[in-house]
């Protein structure tokens, strides 16, 4: 859900407006100093510095309330979040608008010894390929390569051994959360699989993570596991809600200056808040 003109929402309100809707996160848009449009992106509990659900939903919201207008079915502009300013880019597609963020130069941040992170979905050491490790494009997770969909199907979150990597009154900034992926799409267009498992009260899977998704792609082409830097991302096929996203990774393997991450989006319903 995008909440237009939220600048004097207070944030208990906005917390608490997530809460209510038991949506698992809501997008506000507030103005900015910096950027032609700005928005802030919140779950029941806590502020997400950048997500990609609320960014495609907040840049359908706009482009369906006639604010950013299209030259030739195309437009670009700025929309500053939590984690910084993100370079947006829209087409015009049959399916409906095709929403480009291009997500901030990724951070490549701690190691985990593969045994640990197996351990909290029931998984063997043998299944990680390589060392995961923590990629923020502006929110981190610890991506997880998995050997084939067979260790990827088998991964079942085990929430003491997760609540174990993360103790209570853990920062988003500081979670472990690991983002697990194969290569190899779930369909014949696909480059990547991919899943999120999630622990209480949160929903037990996400279909699609595309803030995930630009730190995984991050993580791929630096360290040399895929060969071209564009490719499709597949995630959500298994319990039934298949998403996808055209991922472009920005710079040399050595050191990636950004990573977009594109896919569509359409509005379900219009309403009037009262709060």
Not at 248 to 269: F, I, N, S
Request: charged share 20%; with cysteine; proline share 8%.
């Amino acid at each position: 859900m995008v909440v237009h003109g939220a600048d004097d929402l207070a944030i208990d309100d906005r917390l608490a407006l997530v809460r209510e809707t038991s949506l698992s996160e809501c997008a506000y848009v507030v103005a900015s100093d910096v950027a032609d449009f700005g928005a802030r992106y919140y779950l029941a509990d806590k502020e997400i510095l950048m997500a990609g659900h609320p960014t495609v939903a907040t840049v359908v919201s706009l482009l369906d309330r006639e604010l950013v207008p299209l030259v030739d079915g195309a437009a670009s502009f700025t929309l500053e979040v939590g984690a910084g300013i993100l370079p947006i880019e829209v087409t015009t597609t049959d399916a409906g608008p095709l929403v480009t963020m291009t997500q901030l130069a990724p951070e490549f941040g701690e190691v985990y010894d593969p045994g640990q992170i197996a351990l909290a979905y029931g998984l063997d050491a043998t299944d990680v390929i390589g060392t995961p490790q923590i990629v923020s494009t502006g929110t981190p997770f610890c991506i997880v390569v998995l050997r084939d969909k067979d260790a990827l199907r088998r991964a079942v979150l085990d929430v003491e051994a997760w609540q174990a990597l993360n103790p209570p009154g853990t920062a988003r900034a500081g979670l472990i959360e690991p983002f697990l992926v194969t290569l190899g799409g779930e369909t014949d267009v696909g480059d990547t699989f991919s899943r999120l498992l999630l622990p209480p009260p949160m929903p037990s899977e996400d279909p699609f993570t595309g803030s995930a998704t630009g730190c995984m792609a991050a993580y791929l082409w630096h360290h040399g596991l895929i060969k071209s830097p564009v490719f499709r991302a597949e995630q959500g096929h298994w319990i039934g809600r298949p998403g996808s996203a055209e991922v472009e990774v920005l710079g040399p393997r050595a050191a990636p200056t950004g990573v977009k991450v594109g896919g569509p989006g359409c509005v379900l319903m219009r309403g009037t808040l009262s709060i």
